[in-house]
């Protein structure tokens, strides 16, 4: 059983910045692929980027290609999302999940097995 919590969500303006966490806990972290997703008011839970714990390959949506970077740090059991070029767009609540893969890259909500309680991002104009 993993424990995903999420932190660092805020307000900010269009052009700035970001850096969301994903704390981890739980056993077989290496196991696992975290994803970062979020949800606006109205719309489904949209794949944002996704980082292999065990190989550091990541993948990203192409709407947040080019400005936003996902990490890990092993040490301290954390994942990062750097948002950065921030649009109103990007409002919405960002989730960070689990899904058990030493590879795959899955970019489907109902692929990932943990989720956390969510952090809410808001860009204004």
């Known amino acids: 059983q993993l424990q995903l919590v999420e932190s660092g969500g805020g307000l900010v303006q269009a052009g700035g910045s970001l850096r969301l966490s994903c704390a981890a806990s739980?056993?077989?972290?290496?196991?696992?692929?975290i994803g970062w997703f979020r949800q606006a008011p109205g719309n489904g839970r949209e794949f944002v980027a996704a980082i292999s714990w065990r190989h550091g390959s990541t993948h990203y949506a192409d709407s947040v290609k080019e400005r936003f970077t996902v990490s890990r740090d092993n040490a301290k059991n954390t994942v990062y999302l750097q948002m950065s070029s921030l649009k109103p767009e990007d409002t919405a609540v960002y989730y960070c999940?689990?899904?058990?893969?030493?590879?795959?890259?899955?970019?489907?909500?109902?692929?990932?097995?943990?989720w956390g309680q969510g952090t809410q991002v808001t860009v204004s104009s």
């Open positions: 999940a689990a899904d058990f893969s030493y590879a795959e890259l899955a970019t489907m909500a109902h692929e990932y097995d943990y």
């Open positions: 739980g056993p077989g972290l290496n196991s696992y692929v």
